[in-house]
């Protein structure tokens, strides 16, 4: 079954639009992290978000933000003012406690961003 | 502080040929994890280092091995390399048991088979 399910597979928006990225993960332990990563056209992975499954509080790093809300099991994803040099393919990953943190990863959404 | 470095690049291989990868995770990281992305399978665990012993292993056949030396660097294998082996190989390291969730990757090596 899939951990980690995101459903927009491409979003398209003009510079200064706001993106927003949904995640949907499924798991049974208590304990675990869900990330956010960002893959430009170069292939490395760049670790953008990070929050552990006893901190719900929101927050908002620069021009990205997230909405963690464990009743739905969501982590969806906002860039703010979107630029062009945000244009990549982004992941949402789970980490779980029993499975010695590995990631499991969602299919990934890619994002272009047109001037 | 230097980030995760694999090698190589990229790489070209023949169907049945083997090959080995290589992965120097930051220094003082003692975990290190390999993962293969294709376009149809996406981003999918390989396995996981720890103190030069696997510790998880993902859903891959006995082709794809690894090892990890005393000075944490490791090595991925795989043998009777098939097409559907082309993919990129990223690394990732970890500084140890207590933080595996802090996984750092490497720019990753791209592996074309034909």
């Known amino acids: 079954a899939q951990k980690v399910t995101q459903a927009q597979t491409e979003i398209s928006v003009v510079e200064k639009e706001d993106v927003t990225l949904d995640c949907v993960y499924e798991t049974r332990d208590t304990t675990y992290y869900l990330f956010w990563y960002k893959q430009p056209p170069s292939g490395e992975l760049v670790f953008l978000i990070r929050?552990?499954?006893?901190?719900?509080q929101n927050e908002i790093s620069g021009r990205y933000s997230w909405n963690f809300q464990k009743s739905t099991s969501s982590f969806n994803f906002t860039i703010t003012a979107s630029q062009v040099v945000d244009s990549a393919v982004y992941f949402c990953?789970?980490?779980?406690?029993?499975?010695?943190?590995?990631?499991?990863f969602g299919a990934g959404t890619t994002v272009t961003v047109r001037a | 502080k230097a980030g995760v470095t694999q090698t190589p690049r990229y790489l070209i291989k023949t169907r049945g040929q083997q090959v080995t990868l290589s992965c120097s995770p930051i220094s003082g990281h003692r975990s290190v994890s390999w993962y293969q992305q294709t376009p149809g399978q996406g981003l999918q665990f390989l396995f996981e280092y720890f103190s030069e012993t696997q510790r998880n292993k993902g859903n891959f056949p006995g082709r794809f091995s690894g090892r990890q030396f005393s000075n944490s660097r490791s090595e991925m294998n795989v043998s009777t390399l098939e097409l559907g082996d082309s993919a990129l190989y990223l690394c990732a390291s970890s500084p140890g048991l207590a933080d595996l969730y802090e996984q750092y990757f490497g720019p990753g090596t791209r592996l074309t088979v034909t």
């Open positions: 990953a789970l980490s779980e406690a029993w499975d010695d943190y590995k990631l499991s």
């Open positions: 929050r552990n499954s006893f901190d719900e």
